[in-house]
C-alpha cells in the first residue's frame, strides 16, 4: 500500500513518542520548581531600601501577561512582583 509519506515527515507514532519525552521533560521541570525553595538575590535594588532584592523559589513564575515573580527584600521586608 502506498504510503504517501514525503522524506521529511514524521509518522503519527514518531511524533507521539517525542511529545510523550517532552511532556515527561516539562513534568520533571515542573517538579524542579516546586522542589526549589531557594532565596536567591536577583541583582536588583529595593526601591524602598536600596539593599538587593531576592527571589524566592527562583524558577517558579507566575502563570500572567507578561510573566511576573515574586521579589522581596529581606533587609527592610518589602514584598511585590517583577516583570521577568
Ligand atoms: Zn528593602
Same mark, same amino acid.
Request: proline share 5%; glycine share 10%; with cysteine.
Given at each position: 500500500m502506498e504510503r504517501g509519506r514525503g522524506a521529511d515527515v514524521r509518522t503519527l507514532a514518531e511524533q507521539q513518542t517525542w511529545a510523550r519525552?517532552?511532556?515527561r521533560?516539562?513534568?520533571e521541570f515542573r517538579h524542579? +520548581? +516546586?522542589r526549589d525553595t531557594r532565596t536567591v538575590p536577583i541583582g536588583l535594588a529595593c526601591d524602598e531600601?536600596?539593599?538587593e532584592l531576592s527571589?524566592?523559589?527562583p524558577l517558579y513564575q507566575m502563570d500572567?501577561?507578561?510573566p511576573q515573580a515574586f521579589v522581596e527584600c529581606q533587609?527592610?521586608?518589602w514584598k511585590g512582583t517583577m516583570i521577568l
Open positions: 519525552a517532552e511532556y521533560r516539562l513534568d524542579a +520548581v +516546586v531600601c536600596g539593599k527571589r524566592n523559589r500572567s501577561s507578561p533587609a527592610c521586608g
